[in-house]
Structure formats: structure tokens, C-alpha cells
């Protein structure tokens, strides 16, 4: 069983619409968790940091939500783009620092017109 | 500004081959690390690298060997491959080694081990 869940596994939804991806975490000690875009074909780029205090974090039409104490994320996309088709990654760094991370399996996003 | 670059992008070996995994950084991280990427998993770790002439073991390091002879490169080095190796591996590097900074990804290396 893997220690950062998301889902759903795949989406397709229509250009211009939003939607919500969801990752849920068992890891700890926890440190920070970061959301990453790939494209396919393409590396993980990341998006959002959110540390154990921080509640919620906008980069431009994404904005991640972290609730520590359910172990929960969510990232939000507003007004979705064709662009924005690709896999999104929930990572989480624990306490270690990058020697202790976790990656989920990814949600993959179909934006179609 | 290249970033992170990986060569090659695709390769293909057969069972029993040893080939090098080349990384390259120009962002002068001191903390630079190797995953795979497989259907249905998510990216594990395999090597990583704290700073020049200090390597050390992830999750999967079995089968594969690294060094950091300087700050900008960073290869991997697969022994003797197996068909179990056949994965999509990706180098990144980051400022700071503790996750306060992201890390920055090539774009990785399709190997096929038949």
C-alpha cells in the first residue's frame, strides 16, 4: 500500500472547466509536501510548496490546500487550459529532507476541448 | 539556463550489458539524486549525492552505482542489466537537501533491457 495516496487516477474534464485532485498521506515525520506537474515525456516541475503550518498556497490558477492533521492535500485548477493535460504528483519530504520522500503514482489530466 | 540534462533519451541493452546514465547540472545544487519511474509506482530513489565525493544509498540501489566526482555531474552506472531494469529514470537536483527548495528534474532516460 502506498504511503501517499491520490486520486483519482485519471480525469478527463472539458476546457475552461475546474476540478480538484486529492492526496492523502500516512508518512511521518512530515516536513513539507510539494504537488509537481510532468508532462508526458517530460520531467516533474513543481508547482506548490506547502509546509506543516500553511493551510492553502495559489500559484496563479492552481491553489493547493494541506490539512496536517487528516494528512490530506488538495490541488485545485481553475479555469483549466489544454495546456494543463499531464500527470500531477504528490510528494511528500519528511523530516530527512529529500533522502526520505515520497512520491504518489500521480493523477493524469485530460483537458479536451 | 540549461537546467538538468540527461543523455542519452532511449536505450536499449541487452541482458548482461553495462552502460552509463549521464546527468549534468549547470544550477551549481549541491544535492543531486536518480529515480526511476514505473507503470503504477511512483518514483523511487536510487542513488543520491549530498555534495562532490559524497554519494549514498536509496530505496532501489541494487544493481546500480554512482559518483560525484564534481558539483555538475552526477552519472549512474548499471552493472550487468536486467530485464527487471527496463524503466524510465530521471536525475534532479536541488539547492538545498533538506526540501525547502524544489527539485529540478531532466527529462529522463527511457531504458529498454531485453
Known amino acids: 500500500k502506498n504511503q501517499v495516496e491520490q486520486s483519482p487516477q485519471s480525469l478527463i474534464i472539458l476546457e475552461g472547466k475546474n476540478c480538484t485532485l486529492q492526496?492523502?498521506?500516512?508518512?511521518?515525520?512530515?516536513?513539507?509536501l510539494r504537488w509537481y506537474k510532468q508532462d508526458t515525456g517530460r520531467g516533474p516541475v513543481s508547482l506548490t510548496i506547502m509546509t506543516f503550518s500553511e493551510n492553502t498556497k495559489s500559484n496563479g490558477r492552481y491553489t493547493a490546500t494541506l490539512d496536517a492533521d487528516t494528512k490530506q492535500s488538495s490541488l485545485h485548477i481553475t479555469a483549466s487550459q489544454l495546456s494543463d493535460s499531464a500527470s500531477y504528483i504528490c510528494v511528500v519530504i519528511l523530516s530527512g529532507g529529500y533522502q526520505k520522500v515520497t512520491f504518489g503514482i500521480g493523477t493524469k489530466l485530460q483537458v479536451i476541448p | 539556463n540549461a537546467g538538468v540534462t540527461q543523455t542519452p533519451k532511449f536505450q536499449v541493452l541487452k541482458t548482461g550489458q553495462s552502460m552509463t546514465l549521464q546527468c549534468a547540472q549547470d544550477?551549481?545544487?549541491?544535492?543531486m539524486s536518480w529515480y526511476r519511474q514505473d507503470p503504477g509506482m511512483g518514483l523511487r530513489l536510487i542513488h543520491y549525492s549530498v555534495g562532490a565525493g559524497i554519494t549514498d544509498q536509496g530505496e532501489v540501489p541494487n544493481g546500480y552505482n554512482v559518483s560525484r566526482s564534481t558539483t555538475e555531474d552526477f552519472p549512474l552506472r548499471l552493472l550487468s542489466a536486467a530485464p527487471s531494469q527496463t524503466s524510465v529514470y530521471f536525475c534532479a537536483s536541488s539547492f538545498s537537501r533538506t526540501g525547502e527548495t524544489p527539485l529540478h528534474f531532466g527529462n529522463g532516460t527511457r531504458l529498454t533491457v531485453t
Open positions: 492526496c492523502n498521506y500516512t508518512v511521518s515525520p512530515f516536513s513539507n
Open positions: 544550477m551549481n545544487h549541491e544535492y
